[in-house]
């Protein structure tokens, strides 16, 4: 036992020292490679260096100014030092075994060197049991601590190689060199290999150039050549307007050079010493565009601006080769013209309608009539000391479109200026973009004044004018304001008026300045504007306002929303200018005067004509259409100063034609409704006849299905007998219907009694009055009993062709009565009327034609029949309105898929065929 015991530990031994040679050898390996990684690195380290240096001197754009033997060098420095660090790393020391135990001790930081250790063998003394067992004592410790042998980490000590970190700053270098080439980094590297000449450089290196002429000329930018097939230098000529903006751009601004001749100039913003001078696309000079959008690294390295004033060139080098010699011929930009068409008429209540043709090579921004010296006797005249308020000027309006061209006309209202009424010289003016003025020829005009009827206010106005026009009357009109004081019962009856010219008699006597001479002026204006209009000088003077602004917006072409706004300040001014004219005439109206007759021939304009009138002009503006809305704007304005002289009440009218105006307003009610009724007659009609068409078809649709429900309509007898009413089933469907029918039938015959009854009522009274009678009439009521039976009987198709008699023998009664009111009103004339034609109570005389309404409007050539609805616009406003709206309702009936055929055909006959 005793000796089979030593026996078994050295086999244990020799087996566990095997395991443990297996360990070491397979970390042996690892050390080895290791060591080899160690070796080699530092090489591939200086081989990777070399060619990010490369790269990044590649995209940098080195190689597109180097020359070709430059190129060359670079290329074979880099390829030869790439080559020997490759070699080097090659021939890197390849790792002895022991070295590897030796890299395996040094990891593992053991005393006895374990890993080397279990590789010694005892030299001496082998045979000695006293050395054999210390040695197998010094073999088991190792083999205890071969456990926590271990391999590290490669350390290739670079640092100590490189203490300037010269591999980092190679790698910033190239991720810089990566976005500055941009997509050019392909081209930028190959140019390094190419050796043949200078072609590298060309293909990389781009000029461009273009010509931005100034926006106010609606010119297209022009694009400059500056490319050549045979490589010289580009030679282009361009015609540009005058103020153009010429830019040259390069993609590198290395040795390139810009120089300006003739009228090429620096622009307005970089007009210092160094305006013309290339920098950097990343540094933009003043007035050239930024670099490029959305992160993207912009590649171009100069853009240069400069002015085109006249003719010039602008030469670009690069180095000392010329690449382009820009010539430019500068389009010079003329004066506008404006020219007077025929001489300046005076328009209503103060106003100067001027016609004057305005020219330009680009279109103006702006034109106004300019007031000069006074004339007398036909000849310009300076006065010893100036009036105290300048002369005046008024903005004119521009031709359509690009306002390069265009005749126009437009009303200067100067009727509240001192000015007025005065002999001046008058200029038209118009100016362009850039300030140039155009002049007309100078004529001399008489600013019209507005005309005022009440003698007080007349003199107010005229010592107002005195005083301005002539400072030096200043006593003078201060003794004519006392003059009017005397008998105050006679010319100021009126308190206010009568402290006011006290109040501006005493201010001008104790005025000393200017200032307080224009501030009597301007009271003596309010006093006869408030002697002249009462209250209504401040609504019109709003709702002029409101006109002069939305005037205003229209000439700039405002936006939308800003015409919107002033058309609505327009209508609340043209609001209240209306109700405080309607209260004034009622509070300046007699009493003990008879209403006018209104012409037979004349529309009276309603609130909602101007409404409709300024609803058409927003949409015009809206859609782009100014001439149509500045036109509809001078129409309204011409309405409105006509309103003046349209008032009611100056002619007095006798009782049988009130009586006649009577008759024909009952005529009018009276056709209004026949027309209402017959409508409603041909609707009852067809429901009739639909609803009778319907009944039939259920009719034979339950006879049909009454075989099938025969049982069950036996079990729910009884209780639909309880449940039921009278008239249920077909029968009492048709029962019901019928009922309705009669009913309707029965009414419509019960209104065309009444109606005719006024009718005949009508007659009478016209009898009595000593009219002379109407067939027309006659025959409508004929028509009227015989639409009432026919209504009785329920034949709707008779009853209809009956009201239509009774309307058109209504509409020959009105016509003939309007043909009494006319012979009348010509025998009063020719009796003597002091009011005849030509004299102010004659509303036609006051139109501005023959043919015009009292608002100046164009009346239509109609049948005086048809004169109400002209006189009251009829159920939906004028002629023209309801016309539309009754096409309008025919259209949409006839689409209509689910009305009968017969109607269908009816309202196709109504239609017109086009």
Aim: net charge neutral.
């Amino acid at each position: 036992m005793s000796e089979d015991a030593p026996g078994h530990a050295p086999a244990s031994n020799a087996d566990r020292a095997r395991l443990v040679a297996d360990r070491i050898g397979g970390l042996a390996r690892r050390a080895a490679l290791t060591l080899a990684w160690e070796r080699s690195w530092p090489w591939l380290a200086v081989a990777l260096t070399v060619a990010v240096v490369f790269l990044a001197v590649s995209w940098l754009g080195l190689w597109l100014v180097a020359p070709p033997w430059a190129r060359m060098l670079g290329v074979t420095v880099a390829a030869l030092a790439l080559l020997g660090a490759l070699a080097g790393a090659v021939r890197a020391p390849r790792p002895s075994w022991r070295e590897a135990l030796a890299r395996l001790d040094r990891d593992s930081d053991l005393a006895h060197r374990p890993a080397t250790a279990l590789t010694d063998e005892l030299a001496i003394n082998t045979a000695d049991p006293g050395t054999r067992a210390l040695w197998e004592a010094h073999r088991a410790r190792i083999l205890d601590s071969a456990s926590r042998i271990r391999v590290g980490a490669p350390s290739p000590r670079l640092a100590e190689r490189d203490p300037w970190a010269i591999r980092f700053g190679a790698a910033l270098a190239l991720i810089g060199a990566y976005f500055y080439a941009g997509p050019e980094r392909e081209a930028r590297l190959m140019a390094a290999f190419d050796w043949s000449g200078a072609s590298a450089h060309a293909a990389a290196f781009r000029l461009d150039g273009w010509i931005d002429p100034p926006g106010y000329t609606q010119v297209p930018p022009v694009l400059l050549d500056l490319k050549t097939a045979d490589g010289s230098a580009a030679t282009p000529k361009v015609r540009a307007p005058a103020g153009s903006t010429l830019v040259v751009r390069a993609s590198d601004a290395s040795g390139v050079t810009v120089t300006p001749s003739g009228g090429v100039t620096p622009p307005k913003e970089t007009a210092d010493a160094s305006a013309g001078k290339p920098q950097p696309a990343s540094k933009p000079q003043p007035g050239t565009k930024a670099g490029a959008k959305g992160g993207e690294a912009k590649t171009a390295g100069l853009e240069s601006r400069w002015t085109v004033t006249k003719d010039g060139t602008l030469t670009v080098k690069r180095g000392s080769a010329t690449l382009a010699s820009i010539a430019v011929t500068a389009i010079p930009d003329t004066p506008p013209a404006i020219t007077l068409i025929g001489e300046p008429v005076p328009a209503e209540r103060g106003g100067l309608s001027v016609s004057y043709e305005v020219k330009d090579d680009y279109g103006v921004v702006s034109a106004e009539a300019r007031f000069g010296r006074l004339v007398r006797n036909g000849q310009p005249v300076e006065p010893k000391r100036p009036p105290l308020a300048p002369a005046p000027q008024a903005a004119l309006g521009l031709p359509g479109g690009d306002n390069r061209e265009g005749e126009v006309r437009s009303t200067i209202d100067l009727s509240d200026h001192p000015w007025a009424g005065a002999r001046v010289e008058m200029t038209l003016v118009a100016k362009d973009e850039i300030g140039q003025e155009g002049h007309s020829a100078t004529i001399q005009v008489t600013l019209p004044q507005r005309p005022f009827t009440k003698p007080l206010a007349k003199a107010l106005v005229e010592q107002r004018r005195d005083l301005i026009m002539d400072p030096g009357s200043r006593k003078r009109v201060q003794e004519s304001l006392l003059d009017l004081l005397i008998a105050p019962e006679i010319f100021t009856p009126d308190a206010s008026i009568y402290l006011g010219l006290r109040t501006a008699s005493n201010r001008l006597r104790m005025s000393k300045t200017d200032g307080e001479m224009i501030a009597v002026a301007d009271l003596l204006w309010e006093m006869a504007l408030q002697i002249e209009d009462g209250d209504l000088s401040d609504a019109e003077k709003a709702l002029r306002q409101a006109q002069e602004n939305l005037k205003n917006a229209l000439d700039r072409g405002a936006t939308e929303d800003k015409l919107k706004r002033l058309t609505q300040d327009l209508r609340q001014a043209l609001d209240r200018y209306l109700r405080e004219y309607a209260e004034q005439m009622l509070k300046n109206r007699d009493p003990n005067q008879q209403q006018s007759r209104m012409d037979p021939n004349t529309r009276i304009l309603t609130p909602r004509d101007l409404k409709n009138m300024l609803d058409r002009m927003e949409e015009m503006a809206r859609k782009g259409d100014t001439e149509s809305a500045q036109r509809m704007l001078e129409q309204l304005k011409n309405i409105l100063n006509n309103l003046k002289t349209a008032r009611p009440g100056q002619r007095q009218m006798d009782q049988g034609q009130q009586q006649m105006e009577q008759a024909l307003d009952e005529l009018d009610k009276m056709t209004r409704d026949q027309q209402e009724l017959r409508d409603k007659t041909f609707r009852e009609g067809q429901r009739q006849r639909q609803m009778g068409r319907d009944g039939q078809q259920r009719q034979q649709g339950q006879q049909q299905s009454q075989r099938g429900q025969r049982g069950q309509r036996g079990q729910q007898g009884q209780q639909g007998q309880q449940q039921g009413e009278p008239g249920d089933g077909p029968e009492g469907d048709q029962m019901g219907q019928g009922e309705g029918d009669q009913q309707g039938m029965q009414g419509l015959g019960q209104r065309q009694q009444a109606l005719r009854e006024r009718l005949r009522e009508l007659q009478r009274q016209m009898r009595e009055n000593g009219m002379s009678g109407e067939q027309g009439l006659s025959d409508a009521e004929d028509a009227m009993r015989e639409a009432e039976g026919a209504l009785g009987r329920g034949e709707d198709s008779q009853a209809v062709e009956q009201q239509g008699r009774a309307l058109e023998g209504l509409r020959r009664g009105a016509q003939g009565l309007a043909q009494q009111m006319q012979q009348g009103d010509g025998n009063q004339q020719a009796e003597g009327d002091p009011n005849g034609p030509g004299q102010p109570g004659n509303r036609r005389s006051q139109a501005s034609e023959p043919n015009d309404d009292p608002l100046g409007r164009p009346t239509p050539t109609t049948e005086a029949g048809d004169r109400s609805k002209f006189r009251r616009g009829g159920k939906g406003g004028t002629l023209e309105q309801r016309a539309r709206e009754v096409m309008d309702e025919l259209r949409r009936r006839l689409g209509d898929p689910n009305r009968p055929q017969e109607e269908l055909d009816y309202l196709q006959r109504l239609l017109p065929v086009n």
